[in-house]
């Protein structure tokens, strides 16, 4: 049984006032506990873990730091960036405990990321069906690494998944398949017009090759015109793109194939796709345009995850990794010069969770 030993007073920071900052001075109370021979302090719900500053406060520079860089956050409220860093984390660490991992995944979408220069990359997972990523890490992006995402939900959640979304990255298909086999792969539309793109670059650049002096200066300077979707242009760069399409026949052909290659996916059964393919293919007779011919041996050898997106129960939103790889982008701006990848993690897997409410 433990017993009253004394009090002490203690004084926090809590919520400003406007520019006033405000403090709060209280007594706890102390007791002994014979069992561990040892003196405790009770708990007080409202106090951060830091003993420092309240809850409420600690929820607060969480919430900021969302929106600004720690370097900010503690210009603005004259703390330190070490405390402003611990707040967040801590902030971020009761996020993650407030919305736990869903019993049941039915989609999921699986994209790396890189975190430093030299090709060194982390993995990311996340729920297409409550769009908000799962798990980050691994260490490469090899099968094994993939594996450790399997080991962090479990053999139960794993074998509910239906659906999964990918690029191409064959250790992320062995990986699938070994351990949620049960799951239809789908590969990611944008990955796939990547690489389409980059077909009409090296066609942009043989083109530059091939032509004269005079008709070189109609494709100079013009690679995010042509490869850029056309609603993003501006006024210039639509009259670029017209001037550069009318200019050169051969660019033309790719630039319109590139263009209406996105229709497959407007398709809901594979036949009707096969046979959109097929006519696309077929449309590159005499063309000599070497890339789009090699580009229709990569869909052909990857054609099974490709067509997989016209069945009705795989018609999920294939733009959310896209959409959260921009996202990261924009934190690891945000968190230059902080190489913890404990930090990065929490800022990933906390970037689609809603605030907490803030207790007045």
Not at 251 to 271: N, V
């Amino acid at each position: 049984m433990r017993t009253f030993r004394d009090r002490r007073t203690h004084l926090v920071r809590d919520l400003d006032a406007a520019e006033t900052r405000i403090y709060l001075e209280f007594e706890y109370r102390r007791v002994s506990c014979p069992r561990c021979d040892s003196v405790k302090q009770e708990t007080l719900a409202w106090l951060a873990s830091s003993a420092r500053f309240t809850q409420r406060y600690e929820d607060r520079i969480g919430q900021q730091c969302r929106e600004m860089s720690i370097k900010r956050v503690a210009e603005l409220n004259r703390l330190s960036w070490d405390q402003v860093r611990r707040m967040e984390m801590s902030y971020m660490g009761r996020l993650i405990e407030r919305t736990p991992l869903p019993d049941t995944i039915n989609a999921a979408g699986v994209d790396e990321i890189s975190v430093k220069r030299g090709h060194e990359y982390r993995i990311v997972v996340a729920s297409l069906d409550e769009r908000r990523p799962l798990w980050l890490g691994g260490s490469g992006r090899t099968e094994e690494d993939m594996k450790l995402f399997f080991d962090h939900i479990g053999p139960e959640r794993s074998k509910k998944i239906k659906l999964f979304v990918m690029d191409m990255w064959k250790p992320f298909r062995n990986a699938v398949n070994a351990h949620a086999p049960q799951a239809e792969i789908v590969f990611d539309k944008f990955h796939v017009l990547m690489h389409l793109s980059r077909a009409l670059d090296e066609v942009r650049r043989s083109e530059y090759k091939r032509v004269n002096e005079k008709e070189r200066k109609f494709i100079k300077g013009q690679r995010y015109t042509l490869l850029s979707n056309k609603e993003n242009l501006t006024i210039e760069g639509k009259r670029s793109l017209k001037t550069l399409l009318k200019a050169n026949r051969r660019l033309h052909k790719a630039y319109l194939l590139k263009e209406s290659f996105e229709q497959m996916w407007d398709y809901s059964y594979p036949g009707a796709a096969r046979t959109f393919f097929d006519n696309w293919k077929a449309s590159l007779k005499w063309q000599r345009l070497k890339p789009f011919e090699e580009f229709t041996g990569l869909v052909e050898r990857h054609w099974a995850g490709i067509v997989s997106y016209c069945h009705p129960e795989a018609k999920v939103s294939l733009g959310f990794m896209e959409g959260l790889n921009n996202k990261i982008r924009v934190i690891q701006r945000r968190a230059y010069g902080i190489k913890d990848q404990e930090y990065l993690r929490l800022k990933v897997i906390t970037s689609f969770i809603k605030d907490a409410p803030i207790k007045a």
